[in-house]
């Protein structure tokens, strides 16, 4: 079986590659897609040009290709065009297993990141191709300016309220992805992926403070004194209303569901959050 991992040298995909390598597979049978491939030269497996805005690319890269992995682009608001030209190509090349990097409860999610999710997973029901959603819930990754600021501050800022979230380190959600790649039985699934403790902020704050040595405290900052810290630190408009939209979601919840799907596929628990923090730090 040949393997395409799309967006192969971000961080996710790195790890989903090396993640393919520790479990057994061919370095031939997996193919690094990547926008600028001299940047995949030492990933150690075959390296195909693929860039989402070239439809070309897109169908030379998958040439010969039984599964993909289609990991989300970074372009908020160019998403849905760019995972469907994929979709399209993935179609046309009779690919017999499409995995999506998708986002928590996307179909039904206020969060202001799902609809683009939302689009992507409705285009790949409606294109037939046999696929498994990969729902992902945060990266602790995510948390590394947190950790820094916090680090010289001792404070934590966000309006995330008393939300929970349940992360997990990116190498458990790449090796979730490369479970499903490798593995029969996932077809038609649609996974809910998250860490095994949904934490909240004050949780965050302990474990930073565990981690540097110094109290940390856990700000919260109503919406308008966010947008307001955010302004003064030299934000647009358009990134200000986005945060403050995006904390208000995990203040709602949306990221706080955990039903231990992630430590099955693994076979292991997940990342605790102050060993995925101490990672980073």
Known sequence: MTILVTGATGQLGRLVIQSLLERGADPQSIIAGARDTAKAADLGVRVARLDYTEPSSIAAALEGVDAVLL??????????????????????????????TSAPKATTSDLVLAPEHKATEEAITEAGIPAVILRNNWYTENYAADLARAAETGVIAAGAGDGRVASASRK??????????????????????????????????????????????????????????????????????????????????????????????????????????????
């Open 71 to 100: 990991i989300s682009g970074s372009e908020v608001g160019r998403r849905t065009e760019q995972h469907q030209a994929v979709i399209d190509a993935a179609k046309r090349a009779g690919v017999t297993k499409f995995v999506y």
């Open 172 to 281: 458990d959600f790449a090796e979730a992805a490369a479970v499903v790649l490798l593995e029969d039985g996932h077809l038609g699934q649609v996974y809910e992926l998250g860490g095994d403790v949904a934490w909240s902020y004050d949780d965050l704050a302990a474990a930073i403070a565990e981690i540097t040595g110094r109290g940390v405290e856990y700000r919260r900052l109503t919406p308008d004194e966010q947008s307001a810290s955010l302004r003064a630190a030299g934000f647009d408009e358009g990134t200000v209303g986005f945060v403050v939209a995006l904390d208000a979601g995990i203040a709602g919840g949306a990221l706080a569901d955990t039903d231990g799907t992630l430590a099955r596929l693994l076979g292991r628990p997940t990342t605790p959050l102050v060993d995925g923090l101490r990672a980073i730090a």
